[in-house]
């Protein structure tokens, strides 16, 4: 790798570290400020379907402005949206005083502008590394993505939130104005970009992709279906730590960290589990070990199994999110992958609000340990949708060299670990 090369890509990573440090500090701390102001449920809820909300609607977006516009702006100019928008957002609390309204406009702010960063950052990798290098670059930067937001980012922004709700608020814009700072300089390479299609028609395709294919089909309706129970459960997990748990608003970032620290040990592990008991298992069985953390939870509250059951419910998530993407790859042609993989992730995220507004009902009327009962039933459902399933033997649609290319998934190694499935999603 060059010289030019390397400072690039360490612009990149530098500049994706700052804006997602402020992306987690933001997203745990939304919630605990919101109960500075209220402790209804519903209400509380409210911030994570604001976000998730956002995050859906900005998917299939975002992917247009980073195939048509230079990705250095796109990476600039999202970020010092964001710093420009959440300092809108503390002054009008400053002069107006309308707290509750100003986190949920920063929850919509968050959700709609990390999606077009993360996404901007991804692609504009292979133009600053050589094509040996795409495994690790691509490595570093999900690492660091995993580490800032929900390793770093979420005990930081759970602890300056429950002291301050400015401060909150303008640390991330501070970030975010350093991550547009570090990234201004980079010189990315003018593609020729050929003429395209309208969006609709292209983004038409990769759903038509998607239904033809059954096996896809039914991990996508999996996917929709655990990340309401998700949700669910992450809207008024603040509830759950300050109410069942007994702990300070402070904490309530700490105990997410080990979600994010399961998440890191299931990516370590992930290709060992998938040889061991063959694809077909971790897709049936991952929904149930996510089901039954998130039961559990509400069963038996205390500390020590909260933080027992959320390690493994980040390291089931992943393992769950690296075998999605490795049958996602060995079945869906080059042209059309990227158009599946958004209208698959669309449908988890569509999902999010449904589950937000769940969750604060469920609590609202039976209390928030019965939200881990709600969870495990959306686990419960996703495995019976996939029990029958077996990648082996599912034809490979959109794939003219199907049989001559037909292989077995679960010898597949994954280069680079997703996002895990607690919020906020990717």
């Known amino acids: 790798m060059g010289r030019r090369q390397r400072t690039g890509f360490g612009r990149l990573w530098l500049s994706t570290g700052s804006g997602n440090l402020a992306d987690g500090i933001l997203v745990a701390g939304l919630p605990v400020m919101a109960t500075t102001v209220t402790t209804s449920p519903s209400l509380v809820a409210g911030v994570q379907v604001a976000f998730m909300t956002a995050v859906a609607a900005a998917t299939l977006p975002s992917g247009v402005l980073v195939d048509r516009h230079d990705h250095r702006s796109l990476l600039v100019w999202s970020n010092v949206l964001r710093g420009l928008g959440l300092g809108a957002v503390v002054a009008a609390v400053v002069l107006g005083d309308w707290r509750l309204g100003?986190?949920?406009?920063?929850?919509?702010?968050?959700?709609?502008?990390?999606?077009?960063?993360?996404?901007?950052?991804?692609?504009?990798?292979?133009?600053?590394?050589?094509?040996?290098?795409?495994?690790?670059?691509?490595?570093?930067?999900?690492?660091?993505?995993?580490?800032?937001?929900?390793?770093?980012?979420?005990?930081?922004?759970?602890?300056?939130?429950?002291?301050?709700?400015?401060?909150?608020?303008?640390?991330?814009?501070?970030?975010?104005?350093?991550?547009?700072?570090?990234?201004?300089?980079?010189?990315?390479?003018?593609?020729?970009?050929?003429?395209?299609?309208?969006?609709?028609?292209?983004?038409?395709?990769?759903?038509?992709?998607?239904?033809?294919?059954?096996?896809?089909?039914?991990?996508?309706?999996?996917?929709?279906?655990?990340?309401?129970?998700?949700?669910?459960?992450?809207?008024?997990?603040?509830?759950?730590?300050?109410?069942?748990?007994?702990?300070?608003?402070?904490?309530?970032?700490?105990?997410?960290?080990?979600?994010?620290?399961?998440?890191?040990?299931?990516?370590?592990?992930?290709?060992?589990?998938v040889r061991a008991i063959g694809v077909r298992r971790v897709l049936q069985l991952s929904p149930l070990v996510?089901?039954?953390?998130?039961?559990?939870?509400?069963?038996?509250?205390?500390?020590?199994?909260?933080?027992?059951?959320?390690?493994?419910?980040?390291?089931?998530?992943?393992?769950?999110?690296?075998?999605?993407?490795?049958?996602?790859?060995?079945?869906?042609?080059?042209?059309?992958?990227?158009?599946?993989?958004?209208?698959?992730?669309?449908?988890?995220?569509?999902?999010?609000?449904?589950?937000g507004v769940l969750g604060g009902l469920v609590a609202d009327l039976a209390g928030v340990r019965w939200v881990g009962a709600l969870g495990l039933s959306c686990g419960v459902a996703a495995a019976v949708v996939l029990w029958s399933v077996d990648p082996d033997r599912e034809p490979l649609a959109d794939r003219p060299d199907a049989t001559a290319r037909r292989r077995i998934i679960r010898r597949s190694t994954p280069v680079a670990p997703p996002t895990p499935p607690f919020p906020p999603i990717r």
């Open 102 to 273: 100003a986190v949920y406009v920063a929850a919509l702010l968050a959700g709609s502008t990390e999606m077009v960063a993360d996404t901007t950052a991804e692609v504009a990798v292979p133009a600053l590394v050589p094509r040996t290098a795409l495994a690790t670059a691509h490595s570093r930067l999900v690492g660091t993505q995993l580490a800032m937001n929900d390793g770093l980012g979420a005990p930081i922004g759970g602890w300056i939130a429950a002291g301050s709700m400015g401060a909150g608020m303008a640390v991330p814009a501070v970030l975010y104005g350093v991550a547009a700072a570090i990234v201004r300089p980079l010189r990315l390479p003018v593609v020729d970009r050929a003429p395209r299609r309208p969006a609709g028609t292209e983004v038409a395709e990769g759903f038509a992709a998607l239904r033809r294919d059954p096996l896809l089909l039914r991990m996508g309706t999996a996917s929709m279906v655990m990340n309401a129970g998700n949700t669910a459960f992450f809207a008024v997990a603040v509830l759950f730590v300050i109410g069942p748990l007994g702990l300070p608003r402070s904490a309530y970032g700490l105990v997410l960290l080990a979600a994010a620290v399961g998440g890191l040990v299931g990516s370590s592990v992930a290709d060992r589990i």
């Open 290 to 355: 996510l089901g039954g953390a998130y039961g559990l939870m509400g069963l038996v509250s205390t500390t020590g199994v909260a933080v027992v059951s959320l390690g493994v419910l980040g390291a089931a998530g992943i393992v769950w999110n690296i075998t999605s993407r490795v049958v996602r790859q060995q079945r869906v042609a080059a042209p059309l992958l990227g158009r599946v993989s958004a209208s698959m992730k669309l449908l988890a995220l569509v999902a999010a609000p449904v589950g």
